[in-house]
């Protein structure tokens, strides 16, 4: 079956995807898509403008067209299509034959027809074109307005803030996202976004757009008023797409789209039409949920199920705008005749919830939240299941007092066909079928289902969802540490404090069986060391550190380890380079210059170690803990000390909290960066903690990181003087350490507290739980307690006895070879030893 | 030298070992992992391990999965099993094991 998708958005794409699985043997499928590149985020749009790139948003997993043998063809817009002879002509005149043909072709912009709307520095928000236009624009713009104040134009709003430009918002109604939310709504969330620094006109409808007098452009309203501007963007609505149907006699809607019936087809039986181009019922569908839907069902028409079927959307939706909560489901404007409301108001909190029941007060009919929207998971369960409410439904949205717990709805009362992802349209009943076939982590839970794989809106629902089949099947809801010890990190750091337990031996006595393993020894002394700090090659907690903590290096393939000297902030004296440089040559060592900014020595045998260090330490150098779950290294540039940009001593501070933190031992690596001015050459936000010098102070970034799954560092505080960030840092860094799992790092860390970034700024700015003095006092210990433990390895003889290969002879380890590449040594492949020499 | 009558070699002081730790011994030219699970639990296996080539098995983790009392290898954390030396991961992986004992807080080892 040949198969042409039109259009590779959001809905286009997730149709692929659709496609892949349904598995249609003799499927031939071709992607005709206008854009210059594959389907993008375009919910996520505004992040364009906060650090994410491009390909950041793409929604195409690397080898998905060599796997699936799809053909894409970019900047190949569909011009026609002959019903008859069924091809498709693209733009660059290819003309493709299907059998089957889905157009997905979106929505355009809608631009008012009004004189001046096409000059120059005004836009659209849509496409990546666009946003890449409008950030060249911002660069020789000051003022910015978006209009349309609807869902769209809010998100504009942000990016245009984001740009660093003074926002307007001007809209033609009498209030804020008239569509979904209400009156009082509306004029809560206005005065939060004003108090945001975005000046918002209402009831302004614009006539014409001239030059402006005190900026580039101005924009006059019918009201006789007028505002001047440099930058526009238009927001003020979508039109689909649906000239292909026009221009091919296909039924259109009322108000425009690609009419289709229930099975998401057409006027003609081998055309398809999904996502924001198609109008069921006369209705289009502005979110990417109901697009997502008629994706799933399209697939599957197309994979033989008849009866597959798109039957509507609801079109509820909980959003961030702004760092503002909106929510609205249902019913939001009490239409349903004989409804009812029920308001909760706070204007000193700027908050506002209301819910609409029905005449007989049972049922919930709809809701606006502006300013909080806790609620929303448990109304949308309400609403959409026809769930009878509480006796006293106000209490669903008057704020819990004396510690009462809310009304909520356990997993429990929701039906088994209740719809807990909207945007993948996974049920109850689905994601209780994963839990019985083994998904038992929200990650096997994401892969099967791809419940919460989206917008992971639904994740604290489906995580209760999970945990409660699981006890119902009489599994352990088990974050286990391991066999031998049945907690999580987090509670055994607790029972450690609380306890007061110093050895491995006394841990398992209280809390534990067996022997232990290499799983909870080095947690159990990574735990010790942050609470204790004792040197952590004293006999009680040397053998539970792993290989490389044992013998203080890192271990390489072959058997010997790497050498590595703090180097605090990257910068180390002439003579201390010459120094290392001594030991390198006079051990063979090979060397090289890390990530880190500093040396790296290798081919160390495991004997030569302790002396080694010992003419180190002679040199004034400490360890640099490259082995450990610890503090790495506080990546620097040379900031305003030399630098002609630099804005603070970015140096000086690196070095300052590189000796403040060095020797903490964490759930896994710790790495910082400090740069000295915007232009970020220590690429701070990559980092787990990221500092950015500015004019007004240092802002702190938490949570980055490089690696496998490079994670940019999110805003935890601005301009903050050094004791602040200081002190912000160490209850940072200290709460990682007790709350972190095993071998998670702070951007997994942070990804699984719910609440995120804002827990994390309520948590430690506002001391929300009252922890910040002893998360302070905690890391002041450790700070005090520092000992260079190559120092203390070196004077210890019982210590250095342990440095060697054989406890029955003074030689190595004979099978270590090395030969010679590019002027240093490097270990001897199998291949390039001698044979006979290899003793069993 | 029958199998009945081993050559013990001696190779260190039960001290010389910390509980819960291996050391390598050089017993006629073959590298032997000794270790001491507990206070005077001994036991012996090849030091090299076949999965990587380096001669490291003694600088493992000790401990116990299930049943099995093991050594994790340093470089890619295979579990060796001390008693039977089989690779709980991958059964090509597997080792010899060695005869140790304690005598008079002495610690010999016969290979194989």
């Known amino acids: ?840 | 030298m029958t199998k009945d009558s081993p050559h013990w070699t001696a190779v260190c002081k039960l001290g010389d070992i910390l509980p819960g730790t291996g050391v390598c011994a050089l017993v006629e030219g073959c590298h032997v992992a000794v270790f001491r699970i507990g206070d005077r639990d001994l036991y012996a296996i090849d030091n090299i391990d076949p999965r990587s080539g380096a001669s490291v098995l003694s600088r493992g983790l000790t401990g116990n999965l299930g049943e099995h009392i093991v050594v994790a290898s340093p470089l890619y954390k295979n579990h060796l099993d001390l008693r039977t030396g089989e690779c709980l991961e991958t059964p090509e992986h597997a080792v010899r094991t060695h005869r140790v004992r304690l005598r008079g807080g002495d610690v010999f080892v016969a290979l194989g």
């Open chain 1, 1 to 840: 079956m040949k198969i042409v998708l039109v259009g590779h958005g959001m809905v286009g794409h997730k149709f692929l995807d659709e496609l892949r699985q349904a598995q249609i043997p003799g499927a031939d499928v071709t992607v005709l898509c206008e854009e210059p590149r594959t389907a993008y985020d375009r919910v996520h749009l505004s992040e364009f403008f906060t650090g994410k790139t491009a390909e950041d948003l793409s929604l195409v997993e690397p080898g998905f067209f060599e796997n699936t043998g799809f053909v894409l063809r970019l900047n190949s817009r569909a011009a026609a299509i002959d019903r008859r002879a069924h091809t498709v002509t693209t733009q660059n005149g290819i003309t493709l034959p299907y059998d089957k043909l889905v157009l997905a072709t979106g929505s355009y912009p809608f631009v008012p027809p009004l004189k001046g709307s096409d000059r120059e520095h005004c836009f659209v928000y849509r496409t990546i074109e666009d946003l890449e236009a409008m950030k060249a624009s911002s660069a020789v713009s000051r003022k910015g307005v978006v209009v349309g104040g609807g869902l769209l134009g809010l998100e504009c709003a942000k990016a245009l803030c984001d740009l660093g430009l003074e926002t307007h918002v001007v809209e033609f109604a009498p209030r804020l996202m008239a569509v979904q939310i209400d009156d009082e709504g509306s004029r809560i969330l206005r005065s939060r976004i004003e108090a945001l620094g975005v000046h918002v006109h209402t009831e302004r409808s614009t006539i014409k757009i001239t030059d402006g007098r005190r900026a580039r452009q101005r924009m006059v309203f019918a009201d006789g008023t007028h505002l001047e501007t440099d930058m526009i963007v238009f927001s003020a609505g979508i039109r689909p797409r649906d000239e292909l149907a026009r221009q091919n006699a296909l039924a259109v809607g009322a108000r425009g789209g690609i009419a289709i019936d229930d099975r998401c087809r057409t006027s003609d039986p081998d055309i398809y039409a999904i996502g924001e181009c198609a109008a069921w019922r006369d209705q289009t569908f502005g979110l990417v949920a109901p697009g997502y839907d008629m994706a799933r069902i399209t697939a599957r028409q197309l994979a033989g199920d008849a009866m597959a079927a798109f039957t509507g959307a609801d079109m509820s939706t909980k959003l961030k705008l702004m760092g503002v909560d909106v929510a609205s489901i249902g019913d939001a404007h009490s239409k349903t005749p004989g409804c009812r409301s029920l308001c909760y108001a706070d204007e000193c909190k700027q908050i506002y919830k209301k819910i609409v029941v029905s005449a007989d007060g049972t049922r919930l009919l709809g809701a606006v939240l502006v300013g909080n929207a806790d609620e929303y998971g448990t109304l949308l369960q309400m609403a959409l299941n026809d769930i009878a409410l509480p006796s006293d439904p106000e209490l669903l949205i008057l704020p819990a007092v004396d510690g009462k717990a809310k009304p909520g709805i356990g997993p429990d009362a929701l039906p088994d066909n209740a719809q807990i992802c909207s945007c993948n349209s996974v049920s109850k009943g689905q994601i209780c079928a994963a839990v019985g076939e083994g998904a038992t982590t929200i990650g096997e839970i994401k892969a099967c289902t791809k419940a919460g794989a989206t917008c992971g809106g639904c994740v604290p629902l489906v995580t209760q969802i999970m945990n409660s089949e699981m006890s119902r099947l009489g599994m352990m809801v088990n974050n286990h540490l391991c066999e031998h010890l049945p907690y999580s990190r987090q509670e055994l750091y607790h029972l450690v404090r609380i306890d007061e337990i110093k050895s491995f031996e006394d841990l398992l006595a209280r809390h534990g069986i067996g022997l232990g393993c290499d799983i909870c020894k080095p947690t159990a002394a990574s735990i010790f060391a942050s609470c204790w700090n004792d040197f952590v090659l004293k006999d009680e907690l040397a053998s539970l550190q792993d290989s490389n903590d044992y013998f203080l290096g890192n271990i390489q393939k072959d058997g010997t380890y790497s050498v590595v000297p703090r180097m605090p902030g990257g910068e180390v004296t002439p003579e201390g380079l010459i120094a290392v440089c001594q030991v390198a040559k006079k051990y063979a060592l090979y060397t090289k210059i890390t990530g880190g900014q500093r040396l790296d020595l290798f081919g160390a045998r495991v004997e030569q170690l302790p002396a080694i260090w010992e003419e180190l330490i002679a040199a004034g150098f400490e360890s640099g803990h490259a082995y450990g779950k610890a503090l790495r290294t506080v990546k620097s540039c040379v900031g305003s000390t030399w630098c002609r940009y630099g804005v603070d001593d970015s140096m000086g501070l690196a070095v300052e909290l590189e000796n403040r933190y060095k020797g903490l031992r964490a759930p896994h690596k710790i790495k910082f960066g400090v740069s000295g001015c915007t232009r970020e050459c220590a690429e701070a936000q990559g980092k787990d903690v990221g500092i950015i010098a500015t004019e007004r102070g240092w802002n702190l970034y938490i949570c980055g990181n490089g690696g496998m799954k490079p994670r940019h560092a999110e805003l935890l505080a601005s301009d903050l003087d050094k004791a602040a960030l200081v002190r912000l840092i160490d209850r940072f860094l200290m709460l990682y350490v007790r709350t972190a799992d095993r071998l998670q790092r702070t951007s997994t860390w942070r990804d699984t507290l719910e609440g995120g970034l804002e827990y994390l700024k309520t948590v430690l700015i506002n001391d929300s739980l009252g922890v910040c003095d002893e998360l302070e006092r905690q890391m002041q210990h450790v700070v005090d307690t520092y000992q260079c433990e190559w120092k203390t390895a070196v004077t210890d003889p019982e210590v250095r006895k342990r440095f060697r290969s054989f406890v029955n002879d003074p030689r190595g380890d004979e099978r270590i070879v090395f030969v010679e590449e590019r002027g240093q040594i490097r270990p001897a492949r199998r291949a390039e030893r001698e044979p006979q020499s290899l003793p069993r």
